[in-house]
């Protein structure tokens, strides 16, 4: 009986030690839960943001075929956040007028806002999936939105204007706006092709809103220089007027090359480091395999110092919804604190994100989880603070 008591202690000393070695630190960052999105929620929807209202267009729910509703989500509405010192607010989602009939619902198309020649901000949206003849595909259409009048108009389609007849129909493309020469354009790349192409893509176009073409508003033009390998799902950040592009997956998988797109710079495209740790002697995080997703979200939230810090949420993985900042200073990914508290490790691609810069806050929620899973929540991320409630559950 004493030898079994004695084996018995060992055990569970052994035990101990290994959980202790095993533990993680907490990880900073956390979330924050805000007003839900009033119906069902939504996965792959097209989101731009115009002033303190974020927008969510379309996506794709329970049922075919995808939405058409329209919904602003106004950040600075709705009651104080309970015991938060800084005046936060819960938020509030505001109707707007759907999608008009001339207009179908779509998944996986894109989103932008941009100002015209007058100062006038709009919003603009296309492209994507549609659901047509009991079967989906790929369109090149695209609108603007006035958020003063509540109307969509058509703009030019994603037509190569050199060749009207070939069509640029995508979905699951990324889309940005930078600024050039103190004029703003809107930039649409990447994505997929559908029948008869079949075909991952790699181009990148870019839309003038003050041009022309056929009589409707705007002006595309492909920039030529393609370094960055096709893919669908990528996600994007701005930083300092740049464009950062990770993420994504082609037919072989997810895809874990990472490039900064400056429209101003002597090179167009930089490469940065791999998403991922190529060779065993690289310095650089153990963890990064956990970096590689495609349908994930991006955003920028202030880091330490009030400097804009880029960010990757959710996405078709196999580390759930791990939460990465990135250091452009150093090029480094740093882990932040899971989707949603560490609380348990949850999948979900197709999220929307927003960041409004005046306020400094960051929001991601709704997206699919699972199967047939369509949460409709909504969350703030707090960059600096110590999540010491939870674990990080890797």
Not at 318 to 331: A, F
Request: proline share 5%; with cysteine.
């Amino acid at each position: 009986m004493k030898i079994f008591r004695y084996f018995f202690l060992i055990i569970v000393s052994i035990v101990l030690m290994t959980c202790a070695d095993t533990s993680v630190d907490p990880l900073l960052g956390d979330w924050d839960r805000r007003t839900m999105y009033p119906i069902n929620g939504v996965c792959h929807a097209a989101t731009f943001v115009i002033g303190d209202l974020g927008y969510v267009v379309g996506g794709f729910s329970v049922q075919n075929p995808p939405r058409r509703e329209v919904y602003a989500f106004n950040h600075t509405g709705g009651g104080l956040v309970g015991g938060d010192s800084e005046g936060r607010t819960m938020g509030i989602w505001e109707r707007k007028r759907s999608l008009p009939a001339e207009i179908e619902g779509r998944q996986q198309a894109v989103g932008f806002s941009l100002k015209d020649a007058s100062g006038k901000e709009y919003g603009f949206m296309g492209g994507g999936w549609v659901f047509r003849n009991n079967d989906y595909e790929t369109e090149d259409d695209f609108w603007r939105y006035d958020p003063v009048d509540d109307t969509w108009e058509e703009i030019a389609p994603l037509r190569d204007p050199s060749d009207p007849e070939r069509s640029l129909k995508r979905r699951g493309a990324f889309a940005f706006a930078l600024n050039v020469g103190g004029k703003t354009y809107g930039y649409v790349g990447g994505g997929f092709s559908d029948r008869p192409d079949n075909n991952y893509l790699n181009d990148l176009w870019r839309f003038d809103p003050d041009g022309v073409t056929d009589g409707l508003p705007g002006k595309w033009e492909e920039i030529h220089d393609r370094s960055f390998d096709k893919r669908l799902g990528a996600a994007v950040f701005i930083i300092d007027n740049k464009a950062y592009i990770c993420n994504g997956r082609d037919g072989q998988g997810n895809i874990n090359d990472f490039w900064v797109f400056d429209p101003n710079g002597e090179h167009l495209w930089t490469p940065k480091k791999t998403m991922n740790k190529v060779h065993p002697d690289d310095s650089y995080d153990d963890q990064y395999g956990a970096l590689g997703r495609h349908f994930g979200v991006a955003f920028v939230v202030p880091a330490e110092g009030g400097k804009p810090r880029g960010h990757i949420i959710g996405g078709v993985t196999n580390s759930g919804s791990t939460c990465w900042e990135y250091d452009e200073d150093e090029d480094l990914w740093h882990q932040r604190t899971s989707f949603y508290n560490n609380q348990f490790t949850q999948f979900r691609e197709g999220m929307v994100s927003f960041y409004f810069p005046e306020t400094r806050r960051a929001f991601v929620g709704m997206g699919k989880s699972g199967i047939s899973a369509y949460p409709d929540d909504m969350w703030e991320f707090l960059p600096l603070v110590d999540d010491e409630i939870y674990r990080d559950m890797r």
